[in-house]
């Protein structure tokens, strides 16, 4: 090796010298290095989201240069027949093209879908890992906040996606987001001519700004909101289980970034990539040419909204027909319980739980270490039964699939399910409490009899070394 | 040292796997800080066939695209293509991950409470105050400043729509006299409406897409009709037209409930698909059951000389999902 101004060259040293000397970031690089990430596959459900989300931006920026957001309407003349001289908006226009006279467009378009679902999906399973394991508590009580803004943020971005497509499926739920948000006490009416410009369907104006909203707002929302979501949990490092006499409160044990976990987050990046291409061109997902074009005037029966969007139509079919009046004016239009305060009151339960269970169980320390659902019966039991809520009102949105399925009438069902949103959770709160405890109480006792072994051997080893002894 | 990253204590680097005095890293003589560990000249082999096997699948999707016209080109193929070369990059990393890095178990504390910076920062803030003699003051003055430059920037918005003026929902095309037409605007005949099923009506002259524009249009047997006194004669020969849009959240009305043994079964329903709010048709639209919180609005009908349907007026309360003022009296001022 040649020696140049008394320092040997190495291929890795001088480019790291030459941006440390203009950046000024060794240190802290030396130490994200050998951040330290502790070892379970439940860890992971977070990082499958984030990779989703790349995906979606990716693919997004590719279909967003095909998009035309007008409603002037334009007559279709192109190669897929069944559409051929009907008359449809030029957004809608620009996605059929996108979807079959644009080399990789489908490909492009279902992947982008598929990744939104996927990406709503994996928050959801990682929501309720960082729930049953108690890791909301102090000190990542803001994380946990932050993780529910952008669920809900992620729900509208969702839907506005598919919205800008402009077909009657997706025209329909933007059809009933209009009758929801002029449900909206007192200043719906206003607020919804204001965001659409004129009664439904609104101006042509609408569709542009659901577009910027949806390309540019909401993104620069979200990713700030993941940006400081992950630098929270940097800060504060991630929960650990206790799996070994080293973990403890105070001290984290698992891989560093660099080298050995860094190939494996990469690794988990790429298998995310590949299933979500995969499912974007082996699996068919809106073919929006079978709904045809938005009319406002027509619907179809069998409509459902994207799978995220379940609980809220669930919730719009079995509230009873109840609207709150005053003298001749309307306090609460019926959609608003299901649209609104439903929602609401579901934000409101998560966001406020690390607070309320550390005032209930009157436990305001720190906790770094993750808990198996059983050592907490009352968290986990209360989760079983809000998610068996939530889940119930989301299948009774697909009641009219499962009169279809199992042929009990849509009023059967609806009279069964008005029943069951509420017992089934109540009975599932206690069993799973019960269950709870009783691993635990097994798992004490199974301790204790180790415990108890492990003294049994020591005393026998100490009674045999005193025989073996001489004199 | 950084603090976001925890303290380095003198054995937060001890690791388990490999030899801590085995040979110096980067050639200066210093001791490993990652220690050695084995070669492993299979899995190095494995990696490079995965990562062959990947670039075989890019390649394949580019040369799919570049030789395929677009309707030609299998969907299928190009996202099997693609995905599958980011599997196969995943499983070369795996392997690295697996067997030619080393997996260290290395430890580090948890961020420790900072009280003393805590309090500097109160107290720093504190003592800035030290020439501010009316605080209140100066913040109620801030706080006006405040809160009406937060005035002045949200009142641009208002210029997105109309707000305060809520008569735009109110407004249909319907008046007395106007034609009723078809979906592809052929003017429809009195004659031309059968039992037993529904028809969609638009105004003549108007703007289909309308949340006033559609109506549906059925024929019932006049002797079954028990609608409100005011309406006797909006229904000509037993043809009665409502509003098209649901009351509840505003999807179009698209099934029709007509009894296949009317001695024993309900009378004729409207249901709407998304929420199933159905309406009494021979009672002028109640809600019968499903969410809906007002009947559904019901439009006056007469035929003309030469046999058309045209509407007698504007509907009978507001049309669409409610707010505010939907009940507000009277219902059709002017119009």
């Known amino acids: 090796m040649s020696i140049t101004n008394g320092r040997r060259r190495d291929p890795i040293e001088d480019p790291v010298r030459f941006i440390d000397e203009r950046t000024a970031t060794s240190v802290l690089l030396r130490a994200v290095m050998r951040y330290v990430f502790p070892d379970h596959w439940s860890f992971l459900l977070g ?50 093209y996108l979807s079959f006279q644009a080399k990789a467009g489908l490909l492009m378009r279902q992947t982008h879908h ?75 009416g206003p607020l919804m001519l204001l965001i659409f410009g004129a009664p439904f369907p609104g101006r042509n104006l609408f569709f542009s700004r659901m577009y910027i909203a949806h390309v540019f707002l909401v993104p620069l929302l979200l990713a700030t909101l993941i940006g400081v979501h992950l630098a929270l949990v940097a800060a504060r490092h991630h929960t650990q289980f206790k799996e070994s006499e080293r973990t403890t409160n105070k001290r984290i044990v698992g ?30 997902i809106n073919p929006v040419w079978q709904w045809g074009p938005f009319h406002e005037w027509a619907s179809e029966n069998g409509a459902q909204p994207d799978w995220y969007l379940g609980w809220l139509i669930g919730a719009l079919r079995l509230m009873p027909s109840v609207d709150v009046t005053i003298g001749h004016f309307t306090l609460f239009p019926n959609p608003v319980w299901g649209g609104v305060f439903f929602p609401g009151i579901v934000l409101m339960v998560l966001v406020a739980f690390p607070w309320v269970e550390a005032r209930l169980t009157g436990d305001h320390g720190v906790h770094n270490l993750a808990q198996r659902p059983r050592e907490a019966p009352n968290r986990t039991a209360f989760g079983v039964a809000f998610l068996a809520w939530v889940f119930l009102i989301f299948v009774f949105g697909a009641a009219d699939r499962v009169y279809v399925l199992v042929g009990l009438g849509y009023q059967t069902l609806l009279l069964i399910f008005h029943i069951a949103i509420w017992v089934v959770p109540i009975v599932l709160f206690f069993i799973t409490r019960m269950i709870c405890r009783n691993l635990l109480a097994s798992d004490i006792a199974a301790a204790a009899r180790e415990q108890a072994e492990h003294e049994a051997i020591e005393h026998a080893r100490a009674l045999a070394g005193a025989r073996s002894r001489p004199g | 040292m950084s603090p976001l990253f925890g303290r380095r204590t003198a054995s937060a680097e001890r690791s388990r796997s490999g030899d801590n005095g085995a040979p110096p890293g980067a050639g200066n003589g210093r001791a490993r800080i990652i220690p050695a560990g084995q070669p492993d000249r299979r899995a190095e082999n494995w990696v490079v066939a995965c990562l062959v096997i990947a670039a075989m699948f890019a390649a394949g999707f580019v040369v799919g695209y570049a030789m395929f016209s677009p309707l030609a080109l299998p969907n299928e193929y190009l996202g099997a293509t693609l995905g599958l070369c980011f599997i196969f990059i995943g499983i070369a990393l795996t392997i690295v991950a697996k067997r030619l890095v080393v997996t260290e178990e290395i430890e580090h504390d948890y961020p420790t409470e900072h009280p003393e910076a805590q309090s500097e920062i109160a107290q720093m803030i504190h003592e800035s105050g030290s020439r501010i003699t009316r605080k209140k003051l100066l913040l109620g003055a801030a706080g006006l400043t405040g809160g009406t430059l937060g005035l002045a920037a949200i009142a641009p918005a208002l210029s997105l729509g109309p707000f305060w003026n809520t008569t735009p929902l109110d407004r249909t095309p319907w008046y007395r006299g106007r034609r009723i037409v078809d979906v592809d605007g052929r003017p429809m005949l009195a004659d031309e409406i059968f039992e037993n099923t529904f028809y969609s009506g638009f105004p003549e002259g108007a703007p289909m897409d309308n949340i006033g524009s559609p109506i549906v249009i059925m024929r019932v047997n006049p002797a079954q009709l028990r609608l409100p006194a005011a309406r006797r004669d909006w229904t000509p ?56 919180g007002r009947p559904l609005p019901q439009l006056p009908l007469y035929i003309d000389a030469s046999g058309y349907l045209r509407a007698g007026g504007n509907f009978s309360a507001r049309v669409g999902p409610g707010w505010w003022n939907v009940r507000e009296k009277p219902i059709y001022g002017t119009y």
């Not at chain 1, 529910?148 to 739920?173: A, C, N, P, R």
């Not at chain 1, 690794?267 to 699996?283: E, S």
């Not at chain 2, 098209?244 to 329903?269: D, N, Q, S, W």
């Open chain 1, 255 to 284: 891989a560093p970034l660099f080298p050995a976990q860094a190939p494996r987050s990469l690794a988990l990046m790429f298998f995310t990539v590949g299933v979500l291409f995969l499912l974007g061109g082996l699996v068919q």
């Open chain 2, 237 to 292: 020969d037993g043809i009665i037209a409502y509003s098209k849009i649901c009351t509840h959240a505003g999807c179009a009305i698209e099934l029709y409930r007509k009894p296949t043994f009317p001695p024993v079964e309900p009378g004729p329903a409207l249901v709407c698909p998304c929420h199933y709010s159905t309406f009494d048709v021979l009672t002028g639209g109640t809600v019968i059951f499903g969410p809906a």
């Open chain 1, 47 to 96: 990082e499958v989201a984030l990779y989703a989300f790349i995906v979606l931006i990716a693919t997004g920026i590719y279909i967003s240069l095909f998009y035309v957001p007008s409603t002037a309407q334009t007559i279709y003349h192109g190669p897929y027949k069944p559409l051929d001289g009907q008359t449809m908006s030029a957004a809608y226009r620009s996605v059929i």
């Open chain 1, 114 to 188: 598929w990744a939104a679902d996927v990406f709503i999906a994996a928050i959801v399973v990682h929501l309720m890992r960082v729930f049953f394991t108690g890791a909301f508590r102090k000190p990542r009580e803001l994380t946990w906040t932050i993780g529910l803004l952008l669920l809900f943020t992620s729900f509208l971005e969702g839907y506005m996606g598919y919205s800008l497509v402009d077909d009657l499926l997706s025209g329909i739920g933007l059809q009933i987001g209009y009758g929801v948000g002029l449900s909206v006490p007192i200043i719906g």
